[in-house]
Structure formats: C-alpha cells, structure tokens
Nanobody, 123 residues
C-alpha cells in the first residue's frame, strides 16, 4: 500500500527557515517523479517544486531561489527546504508521487498524495 506522510509544518516568522519531510512507504522515493504542491483557501493546488527520477528538478517562480527539493533514498523520504519564508508562502503543503519518471505541473499526473502539513508565516 502506497502511503505518503508529511511533517514539519508549523507557525514561523517572516524570514525564518523550515524543512518539510514526506516519508514514503510502499514504493521507492526514487522510482517516480516526486513533487511538493501548495494549497491556500479558495485557490487551486499549485506546484511548488518537483524532482524527476533522473534527479532533474524544477521550482515555480514564486519559490525559486528560496525552496529546494531533495530526497534521501536510504530513508525513503522527500524533503522541502524552505528558506527566507514570506507571508505569502502560507498554505498547506502536500507531497505527491507522479505517474511517470519525468515531472509535470499537472495535478492529474500525480497518483498519490499525502494528507498535507500546514505552514503559517506571519510578520
């Protein structure tokens, strides 16, 4: 059974750093594209960053230069390093497993999702 469990969210101040984790079970974190998405109230879930099987990464413009995706195959865990947080980064962050080795920003190309972890950034 495939399972993704996020953790690491919380309430922080503008400028702080935070690391989210997504522990994966039921398959290897390296076997498919893995991604982080963010959702805020009233808006669609949007892609933050993703990493393909062959390790190519991409990050959405809003987060570029501040957020970094990585994975630890020994721990079968996906990470999101969030630096220099802004108030507009607030939202619920989800990790997701893609259908393919390569990645897209299309939510329909993701098979499995975690339950989400809340990040609140205040000034």
């Amino acid at each position: 059974q495939v399972q993704l469990v996020e953790s690491g969210g919380g309430s922080v101040q503008v400028g702080d750093n935070l690391t989210l984790s997504c522990v994966v079970s039921g398959y290897s974190v390296r076997s498919n594209c893995m991604a982080w998405f963010r959702q805020t109230p009233g808006k669609e879930r949007e892609g933050v960053t993703h990493i393909a099987t062959f390790s190519r990464t991409a990050t959405a413009d809003s987060f570029l230069g501040r957020f970094t995706i990585s994975r630890d195959t020994a721990k079968n865990t996906l990470y999101l390093q969030m630096n220099s947080l802004k108030s507009e980064d607030t939202g619920t962050y989800f990790c997701a497993r893609g259908r393919y080795a390569g990645c897209t920003w299309n939510r329909d190309d993701y098979l499995d999702w975690g339950q989400g972890t809340q990040v609140t950034v205040s000034s």
